[in-house]
């Protein structure tokens, strides 16, 4: 592989990203909702919880069907520390997944889609880059930041969460093991899920809207992760962390393989 023309297309791409409010505005927004807005709010619940008619969520109905291990790991807090400890660990983790997903999703979307809008794919296609070098570096142009934004969101939420807390529970929440494995295994994972699918999709559409409606269905298992999480049907607890990590790249090493073998680009100059 030519590694020299690989980062190059890379670099391109990132700076596209940047200037591109339509890519870059939600890459922004949607952080900040996730990593500096909803564990804020989690500071409220005690004042909220003492209001006059106050309509708290039953904790008993929240952790009654948990497992063993998870009632276990609330025995001894209080209502309003079990409801916080719930929202910012177990609730936020598949939520948390969502991020890389969409971060992959966005700019992958605009890879090819976003070029064919600006006229500027045929001068890709031409320059003297291999097929593979150029579907790398399209798929590296996604990823790369898609992980980066998550860990630098994982530091950030965590510093957030601790102090949004301390003072309900006298001790930091995060960093802990299993939010540190879903970053470190299941967030790339996660990303190439999205970037695997959309860069498929954004190659063979002709618009950057048409791509990411396309491609958005990929977040669908995220999302049943995260209500299964907010019903109690799904405890995101170590292992599950690390089975969803092995499907999940494993699915990944499935994209990747389907789009080296599917992606030429004489197909992209005869839809230009």
């Known amino acids: 592989m030519n590694r020299r023309a690989i980062a190059t297309i890379i670099r391109k791409d990132l700076m596209v990203v940047i200037q591109s409010k ?7 927004a949607v952080p900040a909702l996730l990593f500096i807005l909803m564990p804020a709010l989690v500071s409220f619940i005690p004042s909220l919880s003492n209001l006059p008619g106050a309509n708290m ?15 276990a790991a609330f ?29 992959a999703s966005v700019i992958a979307a605009d890879s090819f889609a976003g070029e064919k ?16 070098d150029l579907f790398v570096a399209k798929t590296l142009s996604a990823w790369l930041p898609a992980w980066a934004v998550t860990a630098l969101g994982y530091i950030i939420y965590s510093l957030i969460a601790d102090l949004a807390t301390w003072n309900l529970l006298g001790k930091m929440l995060l960093p ?13 994972a ?8 959309m860069v498929l999709v954004s190659s063979r559409v002709r618009t950057f809207q048409e791509a ?10 995220i999302v049943l992760l995260v209500l299964g999480q907010a019903t109690g049907v799904v405890y995101f607890d170590i292992w599950l962390v690390v089975l969803t990590g092995f499907v999940l790249w494993a699915v990944d090493v499935g994209l990747l393989w389907l789009g080296v073998r599917l992606f030429r680009r004489d197909e992209l100059i005869a839809q230009l």
């Not at 996660?190 to 699918?197: M, N, Q, T």
């Open 117 to 132: 809008e600006r006229k500027t794919l045929e001068a890709l296609l031409y320059t003297p880059t291999s097929d593979v």
């Open 57 to 71: 969520p039953r904790v008993d109905q929240l952790i009654r069907g948990a497992s063993p291990a998870l009632q």
């Open 75 to 103: 025995s001894g807090y209080s209502d309003t520390q079990i409801l916080a400890v719930w929202m910012l660990v177990y609730v936020m983790a598949p939520l948390f997944l969502i991020l890389p997903v969409m971060v």
């Open 212 to 221: 990411y409606q396309l491609g958005g269905v990929v977040v669908l298992p």
């Open 190 to 197: 996660a990303a190439g899920l999205g970037l695997g699918s």
């Open 176 to 188: 802990n093991l299993t939010w540190t494995v879903m970053v470190i295994w299941v967030a790339p």
């Open 22 to 28: 339509a890519v870059f505005i939600p890459l922004i």
